[in-house]
């Protein structure tokens, strides 16, 4: 009995072990969770406002910066470019004139207007004080082909190396990368597309920016 009495003993000390043991796990769990939702939402508070910076592209063997560029991030995660420089989407088109025969594609978006540019953030990793960006930019713009307007798609690749978008924490500074490899015209008024044949290298796009 005495034997049964201290085995009796051991087995409640082990039960309230592995209790209070579930419950210290439990607690650190729940507080790993709470810290990591709290660092990524002070991260995506420290984000909104607005930036200036630079942007710059490459294309085939050529790279130009030092373009003064500015957006906005919002509450909805979603960065605003007023004024993005379309008609730079023209130097994917090989048939630029350079040997004689200049593609219509080519003409049509060397004419193409700045406008607004919105680039979605649809995920980020924290790592220190810094984010690694998930970004989805929706390019639409308008060109106008023999007399006629077209709303222009541009669509990006999605296989860029970890770390080419990101926002570090320290000095408020935000890069964006992504690199439009299609372009499809859009005629709304007949709900048709067409791939342009014509886009046949993929421009790329280096963004920096400051929160001012």
Same mark, same amino acid.
């Given at each position: 009995?005495?034997?049964d009495l $201290?085995?009796?003993k051991?087995?409640n ?12 796990w ?12 709290n ?5 995506l508070k420290n984000?909104l406002?607005?930036?200036e ?19 906005k991030v919002? $509450?909805m995660r979603?960065i605003?470019i007023?004024? /993005?420089?379309y008609r730079?989407l023209?130097?994917g088109?090989?048939?630029d004139?350079s040997t ?10 060397l004419k193409?207007?700045d406008a ?13 004080? =810094? ?8 390019i !639409? /713009?308008?060109?106008t082909?023999d ?6 798609k ?7 190396p970890?770390?080419s ?7 408020? &500074?935000m890069?964006? &990368?992504?690199?439009?490899? !299609?372009?499809?015209?859009?005629? =709304?008024?007949?709900g ?6 014509? /886009?046949?290298r993929?421009?790329t796009y280096y963004?920096?920016? =400051?929160?001012k």
């Amino acid at each position: 009995r005495s034997s049964d009495l $201290e085995m009796k003993k051991i087995m409640n000390a082990a039960a309230t072990a592995i209790c209070l043991f579930a419950m210290a796990w439990t607690a650190v769990s729940c507080s790993s969770d709470d810290n990591h939702q709290n660092s990524a939402d002070q991260m995506l508070k420290n984000m909104l406002g607005s930036y200036e910076g630079t942007l710059g592209f490459s294309y085939s063997t050529s790279t130009v910066s030092g373009w003064t560029t500015s957006w906005k991030v919002d $509450e909805m995660r979603i960065i605003t470019i007023d004024k /993005f420089p379309y008609r730079t989407l023209a130097n994917g088109v090989s048939k630029d004139g350079s040997t004689g025969t200049e593609s219509p594609l080519h003409a049509a978006l060397l004419k193409a207007q700045d406008a607004p540019l919105k680039v979605v953030i649809k995920g980020f990793g924290l790592s220190d004080s =810094n984010a690694s960006l998930t970004i989805i930019p929706q390019i !639409k /713009f308008n060109v106008t082909i023999d007399g006629d307007t077209y709303e222009m798609k541009g669509y990006i690749t999605d296989n860029k190396p970890m770390f080419s978008s990101r926002y570090t924490m320290s000095n408020s &500074e935000m890069v964006l &990368e992504f690199t439009v490899e !299609k372009l499809v015209k859009v005629n =709304n008024a007949h709900g048709t597309s067409e791939v342009q044949k014509d /886009f046949d290298r993929p421009v790329t796009y280096y963004l920096k920016a =400051n929160k001012k």
